[in-house]
């Protein structure tokens, strides 16, 4: 399977995107989709996770402003995410394995998109 990510950008802090995770080669309904992300200096660090049954998991830093979602029929899973803030600026990835709030219970990664959030 390979992931393609996109809806990344630039925005203003308290403003709003919606990344999207497509999924290509075969469908991944079967599998967790999580999204990491990494700035400049740090580790990459979880985000957020959906099941295959559409169970969320989420990180503290995040819960509350953003949602993920997937839709099975597109092959596509999103993260909308509001409130932002400059320290949500990073490379946001998204991959797919099994539900796990940690990397390594991933077996795929997609390239990653940018966001920057200014103050």
């Known amino acids: 399977v390979q992931l393609q990510a996109s809806g990344g950008g630039l925005v203003q802090a308290g403003g709003s995107l919606r990344l999207s995770c497509a999924a290509s080669?075969?469908?991944?309904?079967?599998?967790?989709i999580g999204w990491f992300r990494q700035a400049p200096g740090k580790e990459r660090e979880f985000v957020a996770a959906i099941s295959w049954s559409s169970s969320t998991y989420y990180a503290e830093s995040v819960k509350g402003r953003f949602t993920i979602s997937r839709d099975n029929a597109k092959n596509t899973v999103y993260l909308q995410m509001s409130s932002l803030k400059p320290d949500d600026t990073a490379v946001y990835y998204c991959?797919?394995?099994?539900?796990?709030?940690?990397?390594?219970?991933?077996?795929?990664w997609g390239q990653g998109t940018q966001v920057t959030v200014s103050s």
């Open positions: 080669g075969r469908t991944f309904s079967r599998d967790a």
């Open positions: 991959a797919g394995g099994r539900f796990s709030g940690s990397a390594s219970g991933y077996d795929y």
